[in-house]
C-alpha cells in the first residue's frame, strides 16, 4: 500500500534547529508527540538533515531542518484540484483587511506587495473590507483604513468606493451571496444544521482533551437523519452550519513563496460556516469571496496559512477553480518577537504623524521580504512597479528597523524638489513656532542650512532653534572651548568687535563676502585652518560646530521679523553686545 505525505494541519510544526545524530533524534520525537496526542515509538536518522518517527497511532512523519513536519498515513487518498493560472491583464489580487483598528505596518506591507503585483502584470488590485466582526468593526476604522492606505499612494481598481462587477466589496453587505452557498453545500451533502449546545461541544472538548485526542466535532448531527434535523427545525432550536470533512484525504497547494504544503483532512473535524446568528465565519467569506470575485493570487501573511486547509475544502465542494497562494513570513520587532504596540510605533497612521514620508514607507515596507537581487536600496514606487516579482518574495520574517527606516526617510527628503522642502519644512516650522509664515523669504535658506543632516521633517526644529540663539556663556562654562581659549582668544574677539563697530562685518555679511573677511582676518593675524575658523565661529555663534558660519550669519540677517517667537532670534547687534559683555568679565579686553 502507498505511502502519501501531509503536513501537520493547522499549526504546522516548524523543525527543530539542526542538531547531530540522538540529540537531533530526541528534539524530532518530542516535537511530534505532544502534537498528536501520541508517543513516539521508533526514530530512525534519514541523514544529517531528515528522520522519520513511528508513532504510536500507527502514523509516522519525517521532520527536516528545512521543512515542515510532514504526516505520513497509509491510504490517504491525494485529491487534486484546478488551479487558475493567470498572467498579465488576467490577473486579479486583493488586500481585504478587517476594519477592527488601525492599519499595521504588516498589513501594509501586504496591501503592498498585491498592488505592486497587480501594478508589474497590468492586472486588478481589489479593496474588500472583512467587516463580520460585527463586535469590533467600525466605519472610522475603515475610514481610517482607507485613508491610510490613500496616503502610502495605494490605488485600487474595485472597492467599496469604486464599484465594479464583482461587489458588494463590504462583506456585511454580501450575507445573501454567503446563505445561498451555504444552501447548496447543505444540499449536496457537503454541509449540514448542527443543534449542539455550548454545553454539548464542552463536554465534547474537554473528554477529547482527556483522552489525548486532536479536537473534532463528534456529535450526532453529522449523521442525523431528515426527520430528526426537522423536528429541531420545527421547534424554533438554534442551529449553525458545519462543513463536513472528507476522511483521510490529503490537499495539497503550491505556495508561491514556500513550495508544496500539504495537509490530511484526519487533522480536521466539521467546522462552522454559519453561525447560530446568520453571520458567516471567517473562512467560508474568505473562499466565497475570493472565488466569486475572481481573485486569482492571493499574497497574504503566513499567520493565515493554517486557515487553508478550510478554505480548500469549501472551494473543492462548490467546484470552484483554487487561486494561486503565496504567505509571507512576519515582520517582526528587533527582539524577534511579533512586531508590536509595545515596540513603539507599529501602524502606518502612527509613522505618519511622526513625520514620516510616504515614498520613505513604501520603499521600506517593499525591502521586509523583498529583493530585486541587487545592492540597490533606495526605490521610487513607480521603479517598484516595473521590478517586483512574486519570485523574489523571501521565505524568512523581515526585522522591522526604526533607525533603517529613519535614514532611508532622509534620502527620500532630500530627493524632493528644493520647493517641495521649503514647502514641508516651512510649514512644519511655522506650526511650531518658529517662523511667521511658511513662505517666508529666511524659510528657503534656513532649510538650506540643515537639509543634509535631516531624517525627519520635525528633526528641523531641533537643528534650526540652536542657529537662532547664541549660547556663547554656555559653550565657554562647558569647558570644551579651553583649549581656544588658550590660543590666545582675546585676540579674535577684540577683531570681531573692532570690525563690528566699524561697520566693516555688518558690510561683509550683506554683500556675501564673509568668507573673503575670514581670510582677511587670518592674514592679519597670521592664523589658518582650526586656528583660525573655530575661534571666529565661536565668536560668531557662540557654538563649536554646525553649518558653515557665513552661511549661518547670511541667514541669520535674512531672519530679522520673521521669527514668530520673541526673543529666539538672537540678531548680530545682540551677538556682539553679549560677547563684548563675556569678554570684558573674563578680562579679554
Not at 481585504?96 to 497590468?122: D, E, I, K, Q
Not at 470533512?245 to 487533522?267: C, F, H, K, M, S
Not at 540663539?469 to 579674535?492: C, Q
Request: aromatic share 8%.
Amino acid at each position: 500500500m502507498g505511502v502519501q505525505t501531509a503536513v501537520m494541519s493547522s499549526n504546522i510544526i516548524r523543525a527543530a534547529r539542526p542538531a547531530q545524530g540522538t540529540q537531533a533524534l530526541r528534539q524530532l520525537s518530542a516535537l511530534a508527540a505532544p502534537a498528536r496526542g501520541a508517543r513516539t515509538l521508533m526514530a530512525n536518522k534519514i541523514n544529517a538533515n531528515k528522520a522519520v518517527l513511528k508513532m504510536s497511532n500507527g502514523q509516522r512523519y519525517i521532520v527536516g531542518r528545512r521543512e515542515s513536519m510532514r504526516c505520513y498515513a497509509a491510504a490517504a487518498t491525494e485529491v487534486s484540484s484546478e488551479v487558475i493560472q493567470a498572467t498579465g491583464s488576467d490577473v486579479r489580487v486583493r488586500f481585504a483587511p478587517s476594519p477592527t483598528g488601525n492599519l499595521h505596518v504588516g498589513g501594509a506591507r501586504t496591501a503592498l506587495f498585491n498592488w505592486l503585483y497587480a501594478r508589474r502584470t497590468g492586472g486588478k488590485f481589489v479593496m474588500r473590507v472583512e467587516d463580520t466582526d460585527q463586535a469590533r468593526s467600525t466605519l472610522e476604522s475603515e475610514q481610517a483604513l482607507i485613508r491610510d492606505l490613500k496616503w502610502l499612494g495605494l490605488d485600487w481598481d474595485e472597492g467599496p468606493d469604486k464599484p465594479g462587477d464583482c461587489g458588494p466589496y463590504r462583506q456585511s453587505e454580501r450575507s445573501t451571496i454567503y446563505k445561498e452557498y451555504a444552501d447548496k453545500l447543505v444540499a449536496s451533502g457537503a454541509a449540514y444544521p448542527c443543534f449542539c449546545t455550548d454545553e454539548e461541544l464542552a463536554a465534547m472538548k474537554a473528554e477529547q482533551e482527556a483522552k489525548k485526542l486532536p479536537p473534532k466535532y463528534a456529535g450526532k448531527w453529522a449523521t442525523a437523519s431528515a426527520e430528526e434535523v426537522q423536528e429541531m427545525m420545527d421547534k424554533g432550536v438554534p442551529y449553525v452550519y458545519r462543513f463536513r470533512v472528507p476522511a483521510n484525504e490529503l490537499i495539497t497547494i503550491q505556495d508561491l513563496v514556500r513550495g508544496d504544503v500539504t495537509w490530511n483532512t484526519d487533522t480536521l473535524g466539521d467546522f462552522v460556516l454559519i453561525r447560530s446568528n446568520g453571520f458567516p465565519v471567517y473562512n467560508f467569506c474568505v473562499a466565497i469571496d475570493d472565488a466569486t470575485m475572481g481573485i486569482t493570487h492571493v499574497l497574504r501573511a503566513e499567520e493565515h496559512l493554517p486557515n487553508t486547509l478550510r478554505q480548500m475544502l469549501v472551494y473543492k465542494a462548490l467546484g470552484f477553480k483554487i487561486p494561486q497562494f503565496g504567505h509571507m513570513s512576519l515582520i517582526l520587532a528587533p527582539d524577534r518577537s511579533k512586531l508590536s504596540k509595545r515596540h513603539g510605533a507599529s501602524s502606518v497612521g502612527d509613522f505618519k504623524d511622526e513625520g514620516y514620508l510616504a515614498p520613505a514607507m513604501v520603499n521600506y515596507l517593499s525591502l521586509l521580504g523583498w529583493n530585486d537581487g541587487t545592492e540597490q536600496e533606495i526605490y521610487t514606487a513607480e521603479e517598484l512597479c516595473s521590478i517586483f516579482s512574486i519570485e523574489r518574495i523571501t521565505k524568512s520574517a523581515g526585522v522591522f528597523d526604526k533607525v533603517k527606516l529613519s535614514w532611508m526617510n532622509g534620502q527620500h527628503l532630500r530627493a524632493l524638489p528644493v520647493e517641495e522642502q521649503v514647502q514641508m519644512i516651512g510649514a512644519h516650522l511655522e506650526a511650531c513656532g518658529v517662523l511667521k509664515a511658511a513662505d517666508s523669504k529666511v524659510a528657503a535658506p534656513m532649510i538650506a542650512l540643515v537639509m543634509d543632516s535631516l531624517e525627519l521633517v520635525v528633526d528641523a526644529e531641533k537643528q534650526v532653534r540652536p542657529m537662532l540663539g547664541y549660547p556663547l556663556r554656555e559653550t565657554m562654562a562647558s569647558g570644551k572651548a579651553d583649549k581656544v581659549l588658550e590660543d590666545n582668544f582675546a585676540e579674535i574677539v577684540n577683531a570681531v568687535l573692532t570690525d563690528y563697530e566699524s561697520g566693516e562685518l555688518a558690510t561683509a555679511i550683506a554683500e556675501d563676502k564673509l568668507k573673503g573677511w575670514f581670510k582677511a582676518q587670518g592674514k592679519a593675524m597670521g592664523r589658518k585652518g582650526k586656528g583660525l575658523f573655530m575661534p571666529l565661529r565661536i565668536a560668531l555663534t557662540g557654538r563649536m560646530q554646525g553649518p558653515e558660519v557665513p552661511a549661518v550669519m547670511s541667514m541669520l540677517a535674512t531672519a530679522e521679523g520673521e521669527v514668530a517667537e520673541e526673543g529666539l532670534l538672537v540678531n548680530l547687534d545682540a551677538r556682539m553686545a553679549e560677547l563684548k559683555a563675556w569678554a570684558t568679565e573674563a578680562g579679554h579686553i
